[in-house]
T-cell receptor
Framework: GNSVTQMEGPVTLSEEAFLTINCTYTATGYPSLFWYVQYPGEGLQLLLKATKADDKGSNKGFEATYRKETTSFHLEKGSVQVSDSAVYFCALSDRQGNNDMRFGAGTRLTVKP | DGGITQSPKYLFRKEGQNVTLSCEQNLNHDAMYWYRQDPGQGLRLIYYSQIVNDFQKGDIAEGYSVSREKKESFPLTVTSAQKNPTAFYLC?????????????FGDGTRLSIL
């Protein structure tokens, strides 16, 4: 079945550091890929998405590129801020069937001033 | 603004009780989902519904029940058969399947056992 594996946390960075959170996936067919962010006590918010190979999703300085050859969708940001502290989830959704979405375990990011 | 409303934000259950978590959306989405989130873990699918009056079990449906009588509403009942109900519950919705569309989430309900 479909699955997502993402980098274990927690990740602690200083403000303005470069961020990478690794995500790889296993899927039959051609899934859509997503990054969600969760702030304490809240639900998940869509951060960015990519629907086909070589697509780059971007939002709020975050980027991720859909790499079919390496089955990866790594999240990057060039300069993190304290306000980026949250839990980040990588997810995939099969284009067929019931839009069943599979999530990674989440990576907690803490950014220190 | 369109969105998903979950209530209550915090809920407490006594042993042997059933409790119902509310989820309402005004996004005009056909599909709705319930997930369970445990500390340090990803989301696990409990139930989903693609259309009114129809729903399917997810990966961890035992001890839970749902109904879908209206497009806007998808309540989840945590029954006394669920032996470890303490968790954060998230409701989501999306446009119909086949397009790999993102799901939109509510702010969750945290359920605890007294």
């Amino acid at each position: 079945g479909n699955s997502v594996t993402q980098m274990e946390g927690p990740v602690t960075l200083s403000e303005e550091a470069f961020l990478t959170i690794n995500c790889t996936y296993t899927a039959t067919g051609y899934p859509s890929l997503f990054w969600y962010v969760q702030y304490p006590g809240e639900g998940l918010q869509l951060l960015l998405k990519a629907t086909k190979a070589d697509d780059k999703g971007s939002n709020k300085g975050f980027e991720a590129t859909y790499r079919k050859e390496t089955t990866s969708f790594h999240l990057e940001k060039g300069s993190v801020q304290v306000s980026d502290s949250a839990v980040y989830f990588c997810a995939l959704s099969d284009r067929q069937g019931n839009n069943d979405m599979r999530f990674g375990a989440g990576t907690r990011l803490t950014v220190k001033p | 603004d369109g969105g998903i409303t979950q209530s209550p934000k915090y809920l407490f259950r006594k042993e042997g009780q059933n409790v119902t978590l509310s989820c309402e959306q005004n996004l005009n989405h056909d599909a709705m989902y319930w997930y369970r989130q445990d500390p340090g873990q990803g989301l696990r699918l409990i139930y989903y519904s693609q259309i009114v009056n129809d729903f399917q079990k997810g990966d961890i449906a035992e001890g839970y029940s749902v109904s879908r009588e209206k497009k806007e509403s998808f309540p989840l009942t945590v029954t006394s058969a669920q032996k470890n109900p303490t968790a954060f519950y998230l409701c989501a919705s999306s446009i119909p399947s086949g397009a790999g569309q993102p799901q939109h989430f509510g702010d969750g309900t945290r359920l605890s056992i007294l």
